[in-house]
């Protein structure tokens, strides 16, 4: 059983058009985050809810818009897409937030805006 | 502010020589550190984490990493690499506070020769 699940995998579209990936774990755990891999493999953090809270919010465009419609899923939503938001978006869940729990990723999503 | 600079972007040894692979961090206070690899077109996993118990850490597949306060150091070694060793590795620094945000080095890539 996959732990932690994204789709779709591949994902290409044109500027100015509205996608949302999906993320869903089935560890039980309480916490779940966005992570944002750009085209150097640099990785950072976009958000986190921990039990449908928001606990992270980083710098992002405020056209990236994430939901949790409960525990288990993490969805993220995208407007006006533009071409600097092709990357890599990964998933992630943990038992609770904090430094003491791993962060189980999911395989990633690969945007590509043309 | 929580930092980690991974010293070499690129690392190539030949199939059954030591690897090392190095890490510097800077934080604020007693950090968490993580070690996370990344494989060709997957997900991160977890490697090992040092959460304040013991300095040298052990992890899976026969890696390892020593935290070093006094060089704010956490080094990723192995005696003897496999070609199957060869990915991308990410030395991550947990941030402040208590919500599990993590901070990633620029990642090094390594490569194994056979």
């Known amino acids: 059983d996959t732990a932690v699940s994204q789709t779709p995998k591949y994902l290409v579209t044109q500027m100015g058009n509205d996608k949302s990936i999906k993320c869903e774990q089935n560890?039980?755990?309480?916490?779940m985050y966005w992570y944002k891999q750009d085209s150097k493999k640099f990785l950072k953090i976009m958000f986190s809810?921990?039990?449908?809270?928001?606990?992270i919010n980083e710098t992002v465009p405020n056209r990236f818009s994430p939901k949790s419609p409960d525990k288990a899923h993490l969805n993220l939503h995208i407007n006006s897409l533009e071409l600097g938001d092709s990357a890599v978006y990964f998933c992630a869940s943990s038992q609770a937030p904090g430094r003491d729990y791993e962060q189980y990723f999911g395989p990633g999503t690969r945007l590509t805006v043309t | 502010a929580q930092s980690v600079t991974q010293l070499d972007s690129h690392v190539s040894v030949s199939e059954g020589t030591p690897v090392l692979l190095r890490c510097n961090y800077s934080?604020?206070?007693?950090?968490?550190l993580f070690w996370y690899v990344q494989h060709p077109n997957k997900g991160l996993q977890l490697l090992l984490k040092y959460t304040s118990a013991a300095t040298l850490v052990k992890g899976i597949n026969g890696f390892e990493a020593e935290f070093k306060k006094s060089e704010t150091s956490f080094h990723l070694t192995k005696p003897s690499a496999h070609m199957s060793d060869a990915a991308e590795y990410f030395c991550v620094v947990s941030g402040s506070g208590n919500t599990g945000k993590l901070i990633f080095g620029q990642g090094t890539t390594l490569q194994v020769k056979p």
């Open positions: 560890l039980g755990h309480d916490t």
């Open positions: 934080s604020s206070y007693s950090p968490s």
């Open positions: 809810y921990n039990n449908k809270e928001l606990i």
